[in-house]
């Protein structure tokens, strides 16, 4: 396949510890071009990380974005064409999360979420999915990142919670109006990732339910983002891939 036909988009992609730059490499490694979204990252993120990537020999360009804007998909989309490939893959990864609990939930909170975790996602898919005969590209991608709401309860996230599991049914759904297009869209649960969130009294916390006796890895998610992002995955779609290593919630 020639190689400027391979190009991923993955969004929130703004720390070098997190989830969506591991895909980016893993990715990059399988010599798929690069196209990543941030947000409220360090300073010169996108210069940083654009020559990390560049340096295993594909093409990288970041774009910061609001992912809340109305316009954001549309943006995001025309963007990565123009700059590095029309994109086979799109990895909806990032999320916006905050604290609640019935006491504090408004409307304000609920509102922040859904831009994020739930309009962005959904219209991200369907533009995606809009532009994808047009694009002459042999097969595509959509990987939804989801946080298995559906499992057991998140208490005091209830904005997070329920916008993430959102993300779910619209999985499902539209995995049925767009097979006949040749993408396929799967969302990954990958449990609990010692990513940019955890410290070392959530660490001593979490370890004890996972029965391989570590913690969940950003590679761990790579690994399975880069096999839904092959040919090889092609009779998989409309599932949630609950990716773990076996937590014990509870």
Known sequence: MNQQNKTVIV????SHKGIGAAICRKLAIRNFNIFFTYWDAEPHWEKVFSKEISEIGVACKGLEEDLSDVQSAEKVLESAALTVGKPMILVNNAAHSTRDGYLELNAKTLDAHYAVNMRAVFLLCTEFAKRFPDWNLPYGRIINMTSGQELGPMPGELAYASTKAAITAFTRSLSAEIAHLGITVNAINPGPTDSTWMD???RSHLLPKFPAGRIGQPED?????AF?????SKWITGQVIHSEGGFIRG
């Open 200 to 202: 070392e009294s959530i």
């Open 221 to 225: 998610s790579a690994n399975l983002a």
């Open 228 to 232: 839904l992002a092959s040919e090889e």
């Open 11 to 14: 969004t929130g992609v703004s």
